[in-house]
């Protein structure tokens, strides 16, 4: 099995910063991606950035181009979300999702078999 732990959360006023990691653990996959989401209250869940862990290709949705930078720590198997310039449209819970095997990153959620439990992250106005 695979864990996913997302973590960094938390309230934060508009314009500003907040980082998110998430620690993978357990089984192992020598080819695999990584992927953030969000859903928001009564909104489908949505891409927000990727990465495809062996060749370092990253993707990220145009609503966050420029203001967030995925970046990942090999050592530790975890993944960071570094997003800047957050506005009140950015709240959301935000979940980690892996995708097993050597097709890269994808724009859609069910190309991911592991998820986290998912971190909230509010901007307030």
């Known amino acids: 099995q695979v864990q996913l732990v997302e973590s960094g959360g938390g309230l934060v006023q508009a314009g500003g910063s907040r980082r998110l990691s998430c620690a993978a653990s357990?089984?192992?996959?020598?080819?695999?991606?990584l992927a953030w989401f969000r859903q928001a209250p009564g909104k489908e869940r949505e891409f927000v950035a990727a990465?495809?862990?062996?060749?370092?290709?990253?993707g990220y949705a145009d609503s966050v181009k420029g203001r967030f930078t995925l970046s990942r720590d090999s050592a530790k198997n975890t993944v960071y979300l570094q997003m800047n310039s957050l506005k009140p449209e950015d709240t959301a819970v935000y979940y980690c999702?892996?995708?097993?095997?050597?097709?890269?990153?994808?724009?859609?959620?069910?190309?991911?078999?592991?998820w986290g439990q998912g971190t909230q992250v509010t901007v307030s106005s």
């Open positions: 999702a892996l995708r097993p095997g050597g097709s890269g990153w994808s724009r859609g959620s069910l190309s991911y078999d592991y």
């Open positions: 357990g089984r192992t996959f020598s080819s695999y991606a």
């Open positions: 990465i495809s862990w062996s060749g370092g290709s990253i």
